[in-house]
């Protein structure tokens, strides 16, 4: 929003000397933003002043244009010019479009145009041209190339010599602002006139009270409020005046005043009437849309678009509606699309005598969706959409009418239309001692009852606070809160005191929190490099990684808009994500990766909760909130980790080893040691992962945790990345519960440990994992830690069998073990081991 300085000193006391840096650092007080600073007369420079022609030759050229030679007075009658010489000026001219004793902006030697346009006398033409007289391109106020500007045009006759700067307005400059979204009221002179009071604690002269709204006598022009699809509830226009003026002069000019406003706030002025509604838009922040009144046919009414519907907007453009979209028609159909643009059909143009305005009120949501249904990004639109002042529709509607009578001669009718269905008043009910709590220093009362009524609420005492009834211009304001941040803004952000709040004892990391951070530290420093990719996946990613049978289907969250169509759902496994970081790292010369990532999946229920939900200002029901909490998906978190190429980099000496299934099983025992829980790995099947070369892992009470392995090599070909490449994904929040509080370490033994050796041959379709835990069960207390160390088939085992070399070491806490007790517990091993698999030792 830009706020020319001249407009704002007209109610707020700005002083004259205040740029508009000083403006805006006053603003920046309460909590706006600054932006820019807009000086026309910084482009503009040197001697520009009132000329009058005294004379115009016509002088055709060989080249068949005709140049006009004339004689321009610059000064009073025998003063010296403002360039110090005669104050007759000889001029050559090639626009046609004045005579002598019209008055003109002569610029004179030593000025400067905007783009550095600097004027000198020059020869041409066979004439020495002394300056220049101006369009009003040349000026920067305009595109009007086609000729000069005759101020007699535009209601001007000034004297003549006289600085031509300040009667254009470029003498003025304004600040730029932006306006965050709860701060629409800023949208406009009169909300930003109040914030510099605010923050300067000057007074504040409201234009809205300036004006004054004649009684409703007679009905005016027919309107009626026909909404058949509310929003939230309530209906898409609540309220909606209609003024009529006729006999307005088409041909009026914009009062230079008016025009250099609207140019310094960043609008074009077009003719008077349109003008004059884009005036009191930027002055009231009331958004409002002139009618050519002859065009209309039969009543208005406000509605929604029947299926098919279409309108041609101002903008030339042909629009099919949608059901959702308000309209304002008349018996011709629809004549605009509601607070967004009107339409062609009504549009004011040269010849329009006789006006009808609209200042109407609509619900933000509303205008919100249709602006952005057909990219209609209109000065209405922006906003109407953050909340327009009800209670400015009458007054906005009545400051056109007078603009309309006193500056193009128009009559108003006496009949006013106002169809309302006035909101109630906000109430809100302040405890005393609510602000000091939250914003942490004390208000004294005058403080707060001073904020309060400076905003334009009306603050009464109740028992322990106050009771303020909210202005309607600040729809924003609905709970305690918003008036404690408005109290706090007013009073100085810089006046509240910077303390550090002090820790409430006894608190610190959650157990799943610590058990987090185990984790991740331990894999970190095993060498790992923890990642974090999107949780966006395709609908095929999460159907194979997210199941383990083949052509299953995973039921997954879709998003209702997603970045593509590639990554249209959230993710129920990690993996997918991680391949995709690993993949770029590999395209970008990263051979040896050990990544890893700890993250949420999201997986659904029967149904996702999507009741509607009531208008923002509204607290949502109980039963409308557990729907909501009853259909947010399952999120539980799971850990993936992804390996591919070597261990160490080759090295003299040293052949790098290259990682296999064996890293990512070995990776998944870590993250199950550091939480103290005993994992169960048995031979596995998953479609992502090799047939031969993947384990299930398991708690001891069965359930399942995950799953590790080397990935299917068709998988891999098909993603593109590197073969062998191994992985893992557990679900942590199943190895968090079975974690225990407490791990209590076992004490190192300082006595000898005895290794001995056993050579099983058990069936082929034995799984390895499940004799070594049986052995583990067999040998007893004294066994200390048994391990695999050889699958044999081949020569001397026969066909169908294999052969399952294991080390097993066996300790005492107490004593030095005897061969005769550690072979005990060795033969107590193999005998159960025979029991329960037959298993024979070699």
Known sequence: MRIPLSWLREYAQVPAEATAEDVMAELVKVGLEEEAVHRPGDAISGPVVVGKVLSKEPEPQSNGKTINWCQVQVAPEGETAADGGSYIHGIVCGAHNFEPGDKVVVTLPGAVLPGDFRIAPRKTYGHVSDGMIASVRELGIGEDHDGILVLSTIGLDPEIGQDALPLLGLDDQAAEINVTPDRSYCFSIRGVAREYAHATGTAFTDPAATVTVPALKDAGYPVRIDDKAPIHGRTGCD??????????NPSAPTPP??????????????????????????????????????????????????????????????????DEDLLITDASGAIGVAGVMGGASTEVSGSTVNVL???????????????????????????????????????????????????????????????????????????????AARIGMEFTEEQILGSLTDLGATVTRADGGFRVAVPSWRPDLRIKDDLTEEIARLVGYDKIPATLPVAPPGRGLTRVQQQRRRVMQALADAGLTEVLSYPFVSKSSNDVFGTAEAGAERSAVKLVNP?????????????????????????????????????????PGETLGSPVLPAAAERPSDEVLDSLIAGIPEQPQHLAAVFTGADAPAAPGHAARPLDWADALDAAKLVAGVLGVDL?????????????????????????VGVAGELHPKLLASLDAPARTAALEL??????AAAPDVIVGRPISTFPVATQDVALVVDAAVPAGEVLETLREGAGELLEDVALFDDYRGTGIEPGKKS?????????ADRTLTADEASASRAAAVALAAERHGAVQR
Do not use: C
């Not at 309220?239 to 307005?248: I, M, T």
């Open 804 to 812: 399952l070399a294991f080390g097993l070491r066996f300790r005492a």
């Open 357 to 435: 305005i609209e200042s109407a009120h609509f619900e933000p949501v509303s205008i919100a969706r249709s602006s952005r249904r057909h990219k209609l990004f209109s000065e209405a639109s922006k906003r109407y959409e953050r909340g327009v002042d009800i209670a400015v529709a009458p007054i906005a509607a009545q400051r056109a009418v007078d603009l309309l009578v006193a500056l193009a001669g128009g009559t108003a009718d006496g009949a006013v239309t106002d169809v309302h269905t006035l909101p109630d008043e906000t109430e809100i009910f302040l405890p005393a001692d609510y602000t």
């Open 680 to 704: 169960v790995v048995t031979a596995g099947a998953h479609q992502a992962f090799h047939p031969g070369r993947t384990a299930q892992l398991s708690l001891r009470s069965g359930e399942a």
């Open 257 to 322: 005043w008016m025009a250099s406003r609207l140019r310094l706030a960043g609008m074009r002025s077009i003719s008077l009437v349109v003008d004059i509604s884009n005036y009191v838009m930027l002055e009231l922040g009331q958004p409002l849309h002139f009618y050519d009144l002859d065009k209309l046919t039969g009543d208005i009414v406000v509605r929604r678009a029947h299926p098919g519907e279409t309108i041609r907007t101002l903008d030339a453009s042909e629009r099919k509606l949608s």
């Open 239 to 248: 309220r909606f005046v209609a003024r009529a003026v006729r006999g307005v």
């Open 731 to 736: 679900d942590l929040d199943v190895l968090f």
């Open 563 to 603: 970045l593509s169509d590639e990554h249209a759902f959230l993710r129920t496994s990690v993996l997918p994500g991680l391949l995709e970081v690993l993949k770029r790292n590999v395209g970008r010369g990263f051979r040896d990766l050990q990544l890893y990532e700890g993250g949420l999946v999201f997986l």
